[in-house]
């Protein structure tokens, strides 16, 4: 049953000349669940995201959203078929208002006179503001600089911004990496929010503490190749962390150290 | 556009506690800023209180002497408004992050471009104007062109036009005038009624002769107003900050100026054409060069190959004294044209006074400093995360 799937790769690989970046990776969104892609540094993360906002094409294997083939050329084509990326930099001007950064590029517009076209600010401000606070992020003035905002502020802007602009798929690049406990929280929070409105997520995170609260099914990404794809019913926080490269590595340190120390 | 975007039905959903109501929102943490305090952090600010500033210091040592009659004030006002052309134009490139160094060649170009074709080649005045806006505006894509293509810094690529140009406008004047300088053009443009009514002289005589009638205005003995008219330069200076004010703070394009400007990638991403806005900018620019050089030749009557020396350091200091970043992004039409009052009144009012008039650059030189270092403050102030 595929149709269940809004968006679905299948034995995808992609290729950098000799490097091999994905190889045979499968992954597969279900309509309004949040799939949390784990993986370290370097394990295509990176390349994964960039085939699905069309970036990158595949180098062999399929795409398919809503169970259909797709071939997109540029990110703006994954766009228009509401698939949605959020970078790591936010797409938004630190110097510009949170109305005009949320209107960056799809400006509302409205005639003076019936006759000259001008950008209806007003508009702008109040809608950024209302959307903002849907998604229980209360700005101080939708006029403020966005460069006064904090990481987490902003990060729900720009997610805000994606969902307002009719993303079906939202594509989340490391969301709370940068962030502090709190802030992380209010991204998940904002996440949940977003599948609640029937919106599917992709969330990238090599943090499992981040992933497992707010994830219905988690695929792990290693050095280019999937672990396997788990239901969150099938598996637990431990033996995700331990799946996750490193965490191994992590335990025999802990068990290391707690050696010394006894 | 908007109204063709898909929007998500994101109030429907049924499985939400409901939001808090609107009441309910106000946060602890939102502090209520005093009118005047958003008022300071415009960027226009600095140059209207620099503007200030300096009509308060010249009300003291100069107030006495004409500088503020009308004829004084024409005078001044007049030189604000060259300047402020070209600083409408370096200032909406510079927010949108990028630099124009041969707007001062531009000028001069400009100037030889009209010239050299009516006086040298029998052309129609009207032909040259058209001809030397044409020469221009192109010029300004090739500018913009080799910097969005060459992703090179634009200091570097109108630095070489801003050489290449002053020599050209030096070769053109000594093959056809074997002189620096084309005169006789005045008289030309007089005889042009479509360029004399646009760029010659002064307008709105009528209104001007009634006002000396009703003795609102000062009368020379023979019963003409002390000023013909207004200068059409100062119309034009009008005319281009209204436009390039409008379009900045009420388009979608100034909108795309801000984000290109406060940062390409995210623009790019945001699907704004950066390499569009960027050439129009330089294309505009050079627009506001040549309609100075076109404006300057018509009214002294000659094109000189030493025109607008320097101007494009006038436009720029103008530009950053009315709060524009030299980083691109941020900054107000309203303060340029502040900024380049500032240089009318600090140029021409100094010999109104007992002071040297060599102080003048220094004056500005202080004052462009102290304009940095503020601008430096707001952004800080304004990318600082609480």
Not at chain 1, 73 to 93: C, F, K, N, W
Not at chain 2, 3 to 15: E, N
Not at chain 2, 38 to 54: D, H, M, N, Q, W
Not at chain 2, 194 to 220: D, E, M, N, P, R
């Given at each position: 049953m595929s149709d269940d799937y809004i968006l679905q790769l299948e034995n995808v690989s992609k290729f950098f000349g000799t490097v091999i970046a994905l190889q045979d990776v499968t992954l597969r969104l279900r309509r309004g669940e949040v799939h949390c892609l784990l993986g370290d540094n370097g394990a295509g993360k990176s390349t994964l995201i960039k085939t699905l906002a069309g970036v990158h094409p595949p180098s062999g294997g399929r795409y398919l959203v809503e169970g259909h083939d797709v071939h997109f050329s540029s990110p703006r084509?994954?766009?228009?078929?509401?698939?949605?990326?959020?970078?790591?930099?936010?797409?938004?001007?630190?110097?510009?208002?949170?109305?005009?950064?949320?209107?960056?590029?799809?400006?509302?517009?409205?005639?003076?006179f019936g006759l000259i076209p001008v950008m209806d600010v007003d508009y702008a401000a109040r809608v950024a503001e209302e959307k903002l606070a849907d998604m229980g992020i209360h700005v101080r003035s939708p006029h403020q600089a966005v460069g006064t905002m904090s990481g987490g502020e902003r990060q729900c802007l720009a997610i805000a911004r994606a969902i307002h602009?009719?993303?079906?798929?939202?594509?989340?690049?490391?969301?709370?990496?940068?962030?502090?406990?709190?802030?992380?929280?209010?991204?998940?929070?904002?996440?949940?929010?977003?599948?609640?409105?029937?919106?599917?997520?992709?969330?990238?995170?090599?943090?499992?503490?981040?992933?497992?609260?707010?994830?219905?099914?988690?695929?792990?990404?290693?050095?280019?190749?999937?672990?396997?794809?788990?239901?969150?019913?099938?598996?637990?926080?431990?033996?995700?962390?331990?799946?996750?490269?490193?965490?191994?590595?992590?335990?025999?340190?802990?068990?290391?150290?707690?050696?010394r120390a006894a | 556009m908007s109204s063709t975007t898909p929007h998500l039905p994101l109030t429907t959903s049924k499985d939400k506690p409901a939001m808090p109501s609107r009441a309910m929102q106000t946060d602890e943490r939102v502090r209520r800023i005093s009118p005047w305090r958003s008022f300071i952090g415009r960027p226009e600010f600095g140059s209207i209180a620099g503007t200030v500033l300096v009509f308060v210091l010249f009300g003291i040592f100069a107030g006495d002497s004409g500088m503020f009659n009308l004829d004084g004030v024409m005078n001044w006002a007049q030189v604000a408004a060259y300047l402020g052309i070209i600083a409408v134009g370096a200032c909406l490139l510079m927010i949108a992050g990028e630099f124009d160094l041969s707007i001062g060649s531009m000028i001069g170009f400009a100037g030889m471009m009209m010239a050299v074709p009516s006086m040298f080649m029998g052309w129609p005045m009207w032909a040259s104007v058209l001809f030397a806006f044409a020469g221009c505006m192109g010029l300004g894509w090739l500018n913009g062109y080799l910097v969005v293509r060459t992703r090179l810094p634009s200091f570097i690529v109108t630095l070489a036009f801003m050489f290449i140009l002053r020599g050209l406008t030096l070769v053109l004047s000594t093959y056809f005038s074997n002189s620096t300088i084309v005169s006789g053009v005045g008289d030309k443009v007089g005889s042009d009624p479509l360029v004399s009514t646009l760029f010659q002289g002064s307008a709105l005589h009528g209104l001007f002769a009634w006002l000396a009638q009703a003795s609102i205005i000062a009368k020379l003995p023979n019963g003409n107003p002390i000023v013909a008219g207004i200068p059409k330069v100062l119309l034009w200076w009008?005319?281009?900050?209204?436009?390039?004010?409008?379009?900045?703070?009420?388009?979608r394009f100034g909108n795309w100026i801000f984000t290109v400007g406060g940062d390409a990638v995210a623009a790019q991403n945001v699907g704004v054409p950066v390499r569009r806005v960027k050439i129009s900018?330089?294309?505009?620019?050079a627009f506001c060069a040549c309609l100075f050089g076109v404006l300057q030749v018509a009214d002294v009557g000659s094109a000189a190959a030493d025109r607008g020396l320097q101007k494009e350091f006038e436009a720029i200091i103008a530009a950053v004294i009315g709060g524009a970043l030299l980083t691109g992004g941020y900054g107000s039409v309203v303060g340029a044209c502040f900024g380049a009052l500032i240089f009318g009144v600090v140029q021409i009012g100094i010999s109104y006074t007992s002071f040297d008039s060599d102080w003048y650059r220094v004056f500005l030189g202080a004052m462009l400093l102290l304009a940095v270092l503020f601008n430096h403050y707001v952004r800080l102030h304004a990318t600082r995360s609480k």
């Amino acid at each position: 049953m595929s149709d269940d799937y809004i968006l679905q790769l299948e034995n995808v690989s992609k290729f950098f000349g000799t490097v091999i970046a994905l190889q045979d990776v499968t992954l597969r969104l279900r309509r309004g669940e949040v799939h949390c892609l784990l993986g370290d540094n370097g394990a295509g993360k990176s390349t994964l995201i960039k085939t699905l906002a069309g970036v990158h094409p595949p180098s062999g294997g399929r795409y398919l959203v809503e169970g259909h083939d797709v071939h997109f050329s540029s990110p703006r084509e994954a766009l228009d078929r509401g698939i949605a990326t959020v970078y790591q930099d936010l797409a938004l001007v630190p110097l510009m208002s949170v109305a005009r950064n949320f209107f960056a590029g799809r400006e509302p517009m409205r005639k003076w006179f019936g006759l000259i076209p001008v950008m209806d600010v007003d508009y702008a401000a109040r809608v950024a503001e209302e959307k903002l606070a849907d998604m229980g992020i209360h700005v101080r003035s939708p006029h403020q600089a966005v460069g006064t905002m904090s990481g987490g502020e902003r990060q729900c802007l720009a997610i805000a911004r994606a969902i307002h602009f009719g993303a079906k798929v939202l594509i989340l690049d490391e969301p709370t990496a940068a962030l502090g406990v709190k802030q992380s929280c209010n991204v998940l929070k904002l996440i949940h929010t977003a599948r609640a409105r029937g919106i599917s997520v992709i969330f990238i995170t090599h943090n499992v503490h981040h992933a497992y609260p707010i994830g219905d099914s988690f695929t792990l990404l290693n050095r280019g190749q999937s672990m396997g794809t788990f239901a969150k019913d099938d598996i637990s926080r431990e033996s995700l962390l331990d799946m996750m490269a490193g965490g191994s590595e992590i335990q025999s340190l802990v068990a290391e150290l707690e050696g010394r120390a006894a | 556009m908007s109204s063709t975007t898909p929007h998500l039905p994101l109030t429907t959903s049924k499985d939400k506690p409901a939001m808090p109501s609107r009441a309910m929102q106000t946060d602890e943490r939102v502090r209520r800023i005093s009118p005047w305090r958003s008022f300071i952090g415009r960027p226009e600010f600095g140059s209207i209180a620099g503007t200030v500033l300096v009509f308060v210091l010249f009300g003291i040592f100069a107030g006495d002497s004409g500088m503020f009659n009308l004829d004084g004030v024409m005078n001044w006002a007049q030189v604000a408004a060259y300047l402020g052309i070209i600083a409408v134009g370096a200032c909406l490139l510079m927010i949108a992050g990028e630099f124009d160094l041969s707007i001062g060649s531009m000028i001069g170009f400009a100037g030889m471009m009209m010239a050299v074709p009516s006086m040298f080649m029998g052309w129609p005045m009207w032909a040259s104007v058209l001809f030397a806006f044409a020469g221009c505006m192109g010029l300004g894509w090739l500018n913009g062109y080799l910097v969005v293509r060459t992703r090179l810094p634009s200091f570097i690529v109108t630095l070489a036009f801003m050489f290449i140009l002053r020599g050209l406008t030096l070769v053109l004047s000594t093959y056809f005038s074997n002189s620096t300088i084309v005169s006789g053009v005045g008289d030309k443009v007089g005889s042009d009624p479509l360029v004399s009514t646009l760029f010659q002289g002064s307008a709105l005589h009528g209104l001007f002769a009634w006002l000396a009638q009703a003795s609102i205005i000062a009368k020379l003995p023979n019963g003409n107003p002390i000023v013909a008219g207004i200068p059409k330069v100062l119309l034009w200076w009008l005319l281009m900050a209204a436009a390039a004010g409008f379009v900045l703070s009420r388009t979608r394009f100034g909108n795309w100026i801000f984000t290109v400007g406060g940062d390409a990638v995210a623009a790019q991403n945001v699907g704004v054409p950066v390499r569009r806005v960027k050439i129009s900018l330089f294309v505009f620019t050079a627009f506001c060069a040549c309609l100075f050089g076109v404006l300057q030749v018509a009214d002294v009557g000659s094109a000189a190959a030493d025109r607008g020396l320097q101007k494009e350091f006038e436009a720029i200091i103008a530009a950053v004294i009315g709060g524009a970043l030299l980083t691109g992004g941020y900054g107000s039409v309203v303060g340029a044209c502040f900024g380049a009052l500032i240089f009318g009144v600090v140029q021409i009012g100094i010999s109104y006074t007992s002071f040297d008039s060599d102080w003048y650059r220094v004056f500005l030189g202080a004052m462009l400093l102290l304009a940095v270092l503020f601008n430096h403050y707001v952004r800080l102030h304004a990318t600082r995360s609480k």
